[in-house]
């Protein structure tokens, strides 16, 4: 079975390299110019290429083929209608967007490549290339769109439409088993060690603002207003500990020789993000806080789920004054997707599939004022027991520090420079699972093991995404403000 698998990946890897980006149309003809917008994108080649060649190539968002000025991820190519509907404004606007998100990740692979960083230089081509392409929306709008993570290839060859069905009774298994442990009472879940308490840092985070645009529409709240949602909407932790494996901390490239992630659980952190979705006819604004554990241990000789790094993904989507819509949750891997609706939403019936769907296992408590979220975790597996609340100003726990999640892309290399915590494949190294060899035939590569924002899919059955930009319009809908109350 593994030589086979090891086969069929082989196979799919060598038949779906990834597209030149340099190829397509309006940059193939731009390299042949002799004018500046020629060097411009003779420059911006030779930088990927020495990217490429550092091996230090940031997955997260992917380089639009034509353009590759610009980055595209989900919610971004989602935008790709209302850019049409801007006319003349609408590849500036769109383009923008893009043109952020390249900026952000190649200033981090330029610093890991060890190459001196040229954000004027680079800066002034990008903004010399959009002019160029001002008259190609069209092709953009073909252009900028992000392949799912699930493998048609690895599918078809492991017989999906059959294997799916035993996945999906091993799927309604776990949801069972989760609905009767959030069904227990608190005084009853099970516990392995301690229960450790968790409370956020009083010092306020260090946020970068999110991606704005007028043109779209986008939240965007102040970077003072920012930071006071990401503390407040920070839940607290409750982990029942049985050993260092328990235990948060920060991530870190450790071991001179050969190096290797960990995590310092003397330095509990939770890494802080922002996106957007599309939720109600409006965009809404979204924090996701990550935190990492050592490692999920093996509970037998045989558990193929165990392996070093583990986490855990707590996301908010927030109305207009950010209060919270729906809560949810996966693994760094896209594994075990709860959803935790407030009473501001209503769920829309769901088709009758084996496909993995809305899985709420509990709604999300109301929050007063004072009070914030509570996650009670599990010992090794870090499951998710229960959401709770409790007052803020409680501080009998271990404080632990909110960062910008945007460092783990730059973590200090031992004996000098940088590195991201994603490989050019966008997932975490030394965090594979030996699932992979047993659950491929769903479509996905390397099942288990950590991955980069933007690249989590959340369904063994189905196809799902976590940044999916209409995700949540699929499962919910807003309540009239009146009804919210009932």
């Given at each position: 079975?593994?030589?086979?698998?090891?086969?069929?990946?082989?196979?799919?890897?060598?038949?779906?390299?990834?597209?030149?980006?340099?190829?397509?149309?309006?940059?193939?003809?731009?390299?042949?110019?002799?004018?500046?917008?020629?060097?411009?994108?003779?420059?911006?080649?030779?930088?990927?290429?020495?990217?490429?060649?550092?091996?230090?190539?940031?997955?997260?968002?992917?380089?639009?083929?034509?353009?590759?000025?610009?980055?595209?991820?989900?919610?971004?190519?989602?935008?790709?209608?209302?850019?049409?509907?801007?006319?003349?404004?609408?590849?500036?606007?769109?383009?923008?967007?893009?043109?952020?998100?390249?900026?952000?990740?190649?200033?981090?692979?330029?610093?890991?490549?060890?190459?001196?960083?040229?954000?004027?230089?680079?800066?002034?081509?990008?903004?010399?290339?959009?002019?160029?392409?001002?008259?190609?929306?069209?092709?953009?709008?073909?252009?900028?769109?992000?392949?799912?993570?699930?493998?048609?290839?690895?599918?078809?060859?492991?017989?999906?439409?059959?294997?799916?069905?035993?996945?999906?009774?091993?799927?309604?298994?776990?949801?069972?088993?989760?609905?009767e442990v959030f069904a227990a009472d608190l005084?009853?879940?099970?516990?392995?060690?301690?229960?450790?308490?968790?409370?956020?840092?009083?010092?306020?985070?260090?946020?970068?603002?999110?991606?704005?645009?007028?043109?779209?529409?986008?939240?965007?709240?102040?970077?003072?207003?920012?930071?006071?949602?990401?503390?407040?909407?920070?839940?607290?932790?409750?982990?029942?500990?049985?050993?260092?494996?328990?235990?948060?901390?920060?991530?870190?490239?450790?071991?001179?020789?050969?190096?290797?992630?960990?995590?310092?659980?003397?330095?509990?952190?939770?890494?802080?993000?922002?996106?957007?979705?599309?939720?109600?006819?409006?965009?809404?604004?979204?924090?996701?806080?990550?935190?990492?554990?050592p490692a999920r241990p093996a509970e037998h000789?045989?558990?193929?789920?165990?392996?070093?790094?583990?986490?855990?993904?707590?996301?908010?989507?927030?109305?207009?004054?950010?209060?919270?819509?729906?809560?949810?949750?996966?693994?760094?891997?896209?594994?075990?997707?709860?959803?935790?609706?407030?009473?501001?939403?209503?769920?829309?019936?769901?088709?009758?599939?084996?496909?993995?769907?809305?899985?709420?296992?509990?709604?999300?408590?109301?929050?007063?004022?004072?009070?914030?979220?509570?996650?009670?975790?599990?010992?090794?597996?870090?499951?998710?027991?229960?959401?709770?609340?409790?007052?803020?100003?409680?501080?009998?726990?271990?404080?632990?520090?909110?960062?910008?999640?945007?460092?783990?892309?730059?973590?200090?290399?031992?004996?000098?420079?940088?590195?991201?915590?994603?490989?050019?494949?966008?997932?975490?190294?030394?965090?594979?699972?030996?699932?992979?060899?047993?659950?491929?035939?769903?479509?996905?590569?390397?099942?288990?093991?950590?991955?980069?924002?933007?690249?989590?899919?959340?369904?063994?059955?189905?196809?799902?995404?976590?940044?999916?930009?209409?995700?949540?319009?699929?499962?919910?809908?807003?309540?009239?403000?009146?009804?919210?109350?009932?």
């Amino acid at each position: 079975m593994r030589r086979a698998a090891l086969l069929v990946i082989a196979l799919f890897a060598g038949g779906c390299a990834s597209v030149d980006p340099y190829a397509p149309a309006p940059m193939r003809a731009h390299l042949e110019r002799a004018d500046s917008v020629g060097e411009c994108a003779r420059l911006l080649r030779r930088v990927d290429e020495h990217i490429d060649a550092a091996g230090v190539r940031d997955a997260g968002a992917l380089r639009v083929p034509g353009f590759p000025y610009l980055r595209v991820d989900r919610f971004t190519a989602s935008l790709g209608e209302s850019a049409g509907e801007l006319r003349g404004a609408g590849f500036a606007a769109w383009s923008e967007l893009m043109a952020q998100a390249d900026r952000q990740a190649r200033a981090a692979e330029l610093a890991n490549s060890g190459q001196p960083v040229q954000d004027a230089v680079i800066d002034a081509c990008r903004y010399a290339l959009a002019v160029a392409d001002g008259g190609e929306l069209v092709t953009l709008r073909a252009a900028a769109q992000v392949p799912d993570d699930y493998s048609t290839v690895l599918r078809a060859v492991g017989l999906y439409p059959l294997t799916r069905l035993a996945f999906a009774s091993g799927v309604r298994d776990w949801q069972q088993r989760t609905r009767e442990v959030f069904a227990a009472d608190l005084v009853d879940l099970p516990r392995a060690g301690t229960v450790k308490h968790y409370v956020p840092a009083p010092v306020p985070p260090q946020l970068a603002p999110p991606a704005r645009s007028v043109a779209f529409a986008l939240p965007a709240p102040s970077r003072a207003q920012l930071v006071e949602w990401a503390a407040r909407l920070a839940p607290a932790l409750e982990i029942d500990t049985s050993s260092d494996d328990d235990r948060i901390g920060a991530l870190h490239w450790a071991g001179r020789d050969a190096p290797a992630l960990a995590v310092d659980t003397q330095r509990p952190a939770a890494y802080v993000r922002t996106a957007y979705t599309h939720f109600g006819g409006r965009v809404r604004l979204q924090i996701i806080y990550t935190f990492w554990f050592p490692a999920r241990p093996a509970e037998h000789a045989l558990d193929i789920l165990a392996g070093a790094l583990d986490g855990l993904l707590w996301r908010v989507t927030l109305d207009e004054s950010g209060a919270p819509l729906v809560y949810d949750s996966i693994h760094p891997c896209g594994c075990y997707h709860l959803f935790f609706p407030t009473r501001a939403v209503a769920a829309r019936p769901q088709p009758d599939t084996v496909d993995e769907g809305l899985f709420a296992p509990q709604q999300a408590p109301q929050v007063a004022a004072g009070e914030r979220i509570v996650l009670r975790i599990a010992s090794r597996t870090h499951y998710l027991q229960r959401v709770m609340t409790r007052p803020a100003d409680r501080q009998d726990g271990v404080s632990y520090g909110l960062h910008d999640e945007s460092v783990l892309l730059q973590l200090p290399w031992p004996g000098g420079g940088t590195r991201s915590a994603y490989d050019a494949a966008a997932f975490v190294p030394g965090s594979e699972r030996a699932e992979r060899w047993l659950f491929w035939p769903m479509g996905i590569a390397s099942a288990g093991q950590m991955r980069q924002w933007g690249r989590h899919a959340t369904a063994f059955v189905g196809r799902r995404h976590f940044d999916d930009a209409r995700l949540l319009d699929l499962y919910f809908e807003p309540r009239a403000q009146g009804a919210v109350g009932h």
